[in-house]
């Protein structure tokens, strides 16, 4: 697995490079404090963990791609799915950064909480809202995927 350290800088600079970022990161505590030893089944449990993120990333990514193809009515029909998915993601990754004692950056977190806000605000929306408002949404959670991916928590 790539230097934590490293890939958490790398990270923290695709976000801020993204378009209209409001910034954004999660820096690790210390490298000594995420290292683990290396062994065949910490290798075969971060090989399965990595397919799980890889899985996930995925679905995100396809719900996305759907529901930015549709027009707003189909939007408003798909919007529960998407918010679950979407809202399962942010948890189970929020507590895998937490699990490997990754000191959270408040800038990351207004990511996070734009994310969460948005799925708070859609159901409100009519669908010319809503199909109006996806693209705005869907830039702010593939910043999150793509840094997720990048890190492969």
């Not at 990161?25 to 397919?51: E, I, K, L, Y």
């Not at 408003?76 to 000191?103: I, Q």
């Not at 990511?111 to 830039?139: G, W």
């Amino acid at each position: 697995m790539a230097n934590r350290a490293f890939v958490f800088a790398v990270c923290g600079m695709v976000i801020a490079a993204s378009v209209g970022c409001e910034g954004g990161q999660a820096s690790p505590v210390s490298a000594a404090t995420t290292a683990r030893p290396h062994s065949r089944v910490t290798s075969a449990a971060d090989s399965m963990q990595m397919a799980a993120i890889k899985r996930s990333i995925d679905s995100v990514t396809a719900d996305l791609d759907s529901m930015s193809s549709a027009s707003g009515d189909a939007q408003r029909h798909m919007l529960p799915a998407h918010e679950e998915l979407v809202s399962e993601f942010l948890t189970r990754n929020d507590a895998k950064m937490r699990a490997m004692h990754v000191k959270i950056d408040p800038d990351w977190l207004t990511v996070i909480d734009s994310v969460r806000n948005d799925l708070a605000r859609m159901p409100n929306m009519s669908s010319k809202q809503l199909h109006a408002f996806f693209p705005e949404h869907a830039r702010r959670v593939m910043r999150i995927v793509a840094c997720i991916d990048m890190r492969g928590m």
